[in-house]
């Protein structure tokens, strides 16, 4: 796998800064190829989750370029874009009671036209959607009634039935039990397998990237400070650089993939570093 | 329950449908009610020139004079604060949002109060057919008191229910403290309007301020209705929104803007009206869902509806106590405004511990 034989998403020396805030992302730079499956790490504040959002078309660059297959991705107008790119924010919570099947059905937003309503292909995108995600069982109930887990599937159903083939997630794991956890990054593994959809996903869990990202993206303090294989990336040396806290690299007997774990566990503890990782 | 799952066309049509029959129901029914026993049967034939005898044209005066305008007015304004409510209630995802309970009714009443007063003395006096100064005030008095609970709310980070109605009762009060010092320096002419004005209600309107209402409300309510699509997704959060090509801002501009357009127009008519935005849409959205596509048309017609048939019990609920006493309360009217807010009062009480309830276990 090159990462330049076919860019689907691409990030030039892109800058940004909220009004009157200090610089967030300071000279990014990153070529994601299409059908790989990518995660962003870092401390709390390194500006990952702005990343993400940058990249959705969410914010506006200070500086720099996003390109979407080569082209500018602040020429693409919202519809398009829209119809192009999924993002999935952390902790959707919507106000009244829709069930799942209208979230779902609300993917299909920048297709339908003015007043317009689904149409019977739409439903059809919906059911496909749900089936895909195994959530059709749910579609009756709130979205507010169901579990994180749940929750998450039906939101990636309705970014199936949105988008093209890209689909960029802020801590789609983080508040799940790990049964659910597992379970979402394997159907999001599957859309990049099966389905050659880009995933791009920031998470706080460095052995859930380690295990289920072809590539991974290190940052500190708005800078990219590792990017590659997470065998290459997730050293103990380097998150032990970047969060501050000694590692030990052990080796899933399984997988054969790095796991990290913190090196003192012990509950009493003076706090020598800065990092707020707990 | 008959939540729509699966909007069509046809199901748009059916709910759409029976909301319009419920409110054209009430709206003709009410020409029968009052107190006094009209023959409506003989207006409409003064209307067609069939009859002209002395009878004849007092039911016409009292069914086309009175209850046809009151009706109208009662049954735009209903529409308008339904519309309204279902409005703040996307934009800020709180169900509990609405004119009043936002303080933008209040703050439309301190802007139609102040025209009242300074209006005159500006040589202000409303020649034109299009909104009068009273009107446009309580646009601006509204439009002004929505900014500040959304840039309040803005500026906190999360919009969450209690901070939103702590601002929102600030605002009723600060604007109601200003009303008072707007009254004590009126003099007697003045504050003879400024209080019939107060007491609010749908009985003292002319068609011109039918005309000057709907000039305002009709460009508002179709603003409104447009973004239904948007509100939906607004429903999920700003960011999924933004992400599935909704202008976000421009929708949050737009809406605000025409919701307190519409509720600033209807308050300086009829006062301040509350809770029908907060009590008509959470009923409708029980039986159909929230998607706005469908619910915003139907929560409009059932808030006319409901408005007329409050103002029902505005004409009859006082002579019949007196009837029952043996006192004479004949044409006394209740203002339509206390009926609304003994409905609502409660209804927001349960709502108020049901949500704390929901939001206790998502957290």
Known sequence: MSHDSDPHIELRDVCFAYAGGKQVLDGVSLTVPRGASWAIVGPNGSGKSTLLRVMAGLLRPVRGQVLLDARDLSAVRSRERARRIAFLPQNVAPAFGYVARQVVAMGRYPHISGFGLESQHDWHLVDEAMAWTETEGLSRRALNTLSGGERQRVLVAAALVQASDLLLLDEPTTALDVNHQIGIQRLLARLSARRGWTVVAVTHDLNLAAHFSQHVVMMKAGRVVATGPPAEVLTGQRVEAVYGVPMHSLTHPGTGAPVLVPADMTPQHEVTTDGDRA | ?363
């Open chain 2, 1 to 363: 329950m008959a939540i729509v799952r699966e909007l069509t066309w046809r199901r748009w049509l059916a709910a759409v449908g029976v909301s319009l029959a419920v409110a054209t129901i009430v709206l003709v029914a009410s020409l029968w009610v009052g107190t006094q026993d009209v023959q409506v049967g003989r207006a409409v034939a003064v209307l067609f020139g069939q009859a002209d005898d002395a009878d004849a044209r007092m039911a016409y005066q009292l069914v086309f004079g009175l209850r046809l305008p009151r009706t109208l007015l009662a049954l735009v304004t209903g529409l308008t604060l339904a519309l309204a409510g279902t409005t703040f209630q996307a934009l800020l995802r709180n169900p509990l949002a609405e004119p009043y309970t936002l303080g933008v009714a209040s703050g439309g009443a301190l802007g139609a109060l102040l025209a009242l007063k300074l209006a005159p003395s500006l040589g202000l006096i409303w020649a034109w057919a299009g909104p009068s100064p009273v009107q446009i005030a309580a646009f601006v008095g509204a439009l002004i008191v929505v900014l500040i609970v959304y840039g309040l709310g803005r500026s906190m980070g999360m919009l969450n229910t209690y901070d939103l109605l702590l601002a929102g009762v600030t605002m009723a009060l600060f604007c109601g403290a200003a009303m008072l010092a707007v009254q004590y320096f009126a003099d007697y002419r003045e504050l003879f309007g400024m209080i019939r004005w107060m007491m609010g209600g749908v009985e003292t309107v002319a068609y011109r301020d039918m005309v000057s209402t709907l000039t305002l409300v009709v460009p508002a309510w179709l603003m409104l209705l447009a973004l239904a699509g948007a509100l939906n997704q607004l429903s999920l959060g700003e960011d999924l929104a933004g992400a599935r090509g909704v202008r976000v801002g421009w929708v949050q501009a737009v809406g605000f803007f025409a919701a307190s357009l519409a509720t600033g127009a209807v308050v300086a008519v009829c006062g301040p009206i509350g809770f029908v935005g907060l009590i008509v849409p959470h009923a409708v959205r029980a039986v159909i869902g929230p998607d706005h596509r469908v619910l915003m048309p139907c929560a409009a017609l059932v808030g006319g509806a409901f408005l007329v048939v409050c103002d029902w019990g505005s004409r009859l609920v006082l002579p019949a106590y007196g009837r029952l006493r043996g006192l004479d309360l004949e044409g006394v009217q209740l203002p339509i405004g206390v009926i609304t807010a003994l409905l609502g009062g409660p209804f927001f009480l349960v709502l108020l511990l049901r949500s704390r309830r929901s939001e206790r276990v998502v957290r």
